[in-house]
């Protein structure tokens, strides 16, 4: 079966497009990992539960299921380029209603900018990922897909720093004043701190409006994926996204691996905090995660499809998951730490991999499909909120038996970490046999 599912053209230069669209990629993954440190400020300032905390994470994915198939409707519309374009605006939107929402300091308010946030990634993720895997021959999709991921990952490293910095300063100190103050000194130190977004957000604004500008003047050939008669040979054509049951294992799969990596991400700071860790050192946590998805991006640009596959990256992925997830638990302090960021190694290469494996033969179908994919990034509104809520459960049922408060939360922090050993589990058997359900093999 021949799986090239890009047009073919004259031999064109793919470096411009694929700078810009990793240019893309940065933004989004700026924007989405300064959520490691919008969690534990945001649980300051509306003094929050966990679980209520994580919700911070919900706002942001859900966002993709409510979305994803919008966006692919605008997309086959308006096309690649000025879906990404409009994307880039609904994000400075989200941003600017930050300044508000810190006025206000109302919880709600900051979920819906996060939410409008959410709403521009979709867009730019429907139209930059599906784009970046048919440029070139499926084979080496993951290849370019590890690229864009380094350019997210770093964002996101800087992302995570720059606002961990502005955010989290002396974040320890204001809580230790909180319990000692009356109520109206307690309402002016957390509205000071909650004012500590509007000049970033602001900023934010005004570099996605100029990106959003700019992107429609960008030398971004046109591609699509080639329908279906003409990639595969000798089988019935399809006429229906349910005929492909290996795309939405593909979905499961995505859905939960993004539930994972958002947990490594986004709970790792306040991981740190719980464990008694300063938030001074705690706020660099995530670019301990990050850092080590960069790297194994790297590898994976280096070994794909030259001398691994794309499954078999997906195989060993999947691996180190299960076997750091039962070292988080199993180990305690900076150690257990160190695991919760080498999450980072094993989650890098799974996006690059899922997405060529899953749009594999899906012709026309492709950007109905890239939809489908995109909303299983809600795994990042479902799982860590279900990491807060086993966090929760087992720091009241700690301290019933007399726990102090201190203990009970860091090893409850440590317990909720088993969310991840099932979803590793799926992402496995996607690896190994998922991937190949109903197609027609060669």
């Known amino acids: 079966m021949n799986t090239d599912q890009s047009t073919k053209k004259p031999a064109q230069n793919t470096l411009v497009p694929i700078i810009i669209i990793a240019g893309l990629f940065f933004i989004f993954g700026f924007v989405t990992w300064i959520n490691g440190a919008l969690i534990p400020f945001m649980k300051t300032i509306n003094e929050l539960t966990d679980a209520q905390s994580y919700l911070v994470a919900s706002a942001s994915y859900i966002s993709f299921v409510v979305m994803a198939l919008p966006s692919s409707y605008i997309i086959n519309k308006i096309g690649y380029k000025k879906g990404m374009s409009l994307g880039l605006i609904i994000m400075a939107l989200g941003a600017l209603i930050f300044i508000p929402a810190a006025e206000a300091r109302t919880y709600w308010m900051f979920l819906l900018a996060i939410f409008i946030q959410g709403a521009g990634m979709t867009l730019l993720q429907t139209a930059s990922n599906p784009y970046i895997t048919i440029l070139g021959p499926i084979e080496s999709a993951a290849k370019r897909i590890a690229i864009m991921g380094i350019a997210n990952k770093v964002a996101g490293a800087l992302g995570s720093v720059i606002f961990g910095a502005i955010l989290l300063a ?3 100190e204001i809580k230790a004043k909180l319990s000692l103050v009356d109520d109206s000194e307690k309402a002016s130190l957390l509205n000071t701190m909650a004012d500590s977004v509007v000049t970033p957000y602001i900023a934010m604004a005004v570099v996605l409006v100029l990106l959003g500008l700019l992107i429609r003047k960008a030398p971004l ?8 008669e ?3 040979s000798g089988e019935k054509t399809k006429s229906s996204i349910f005929q492909f049951p290996h795309l939405w294992l ?10 994972v990596e958002v947990v490594a991400g986004d709970t790792i700071i306040a991981y740190g905090i719980s464990l008694d860790i300063p938030a001074s050192e705690a706020k660099f946590f995530t670019l301990f995660t990050l850092m080590a998805m960069v790297a194994t991006y790297a590898l994976g640009v280096f070994l794909i499809p030259k001398y ?6 997906l195989k060993c992925s999947a691996i180190l998951g299960i076997f750091f997830s039962f070292c988080i638990v199993f180990t305690s302090g900076f150690t257990s730490v160190l695991f919760v960021a080498s999450l980072g190694i094993a989650n890098a290469l799974v996006w690059p ?4 494996l899953a749009l594999n033969g899906l012709g ?12 299983a990034i809600s795994g990042g509104a479902i799982i860590p909120p279900l ?4 966090v929760d459960s087992k720091k009241t049922q700690l301290m019933v038996t007399g726990l102090e408060e201190v203990t009970a939360t860091s090893q409850a922090a440590s317990f909720g970490y088993w969310i991840l050993l099932p979803c590793y589990i799926i992402i496995l058997y996607y690896a190994f046999y998922g991937h190949k359900v109903g197609l027609k093999q060669k």
């Open 221 to 228: 050939p046109h591609v699509e994926a080639k329908p279906i």
């Open 250 to 259: 593909g979905v499961l799969a995505l859905f939960v691996y993004v539930g």
């Open 364 to 375: 026309q179908f492709t950007k109905t499909a890239s939809a489908l994919l995109i909303m």
């Open 353 to 356: 991999a899922i997405w060529p």
């Open 308 to 313: 691994i596959s794309q499954s078999f990256a």
């Open 230 to 232: 003409e990639t595969v």
């Open 170 to 172: 002396g974040i320890d």
């Open 387 to 390: 990491y807060g809520a086993l």
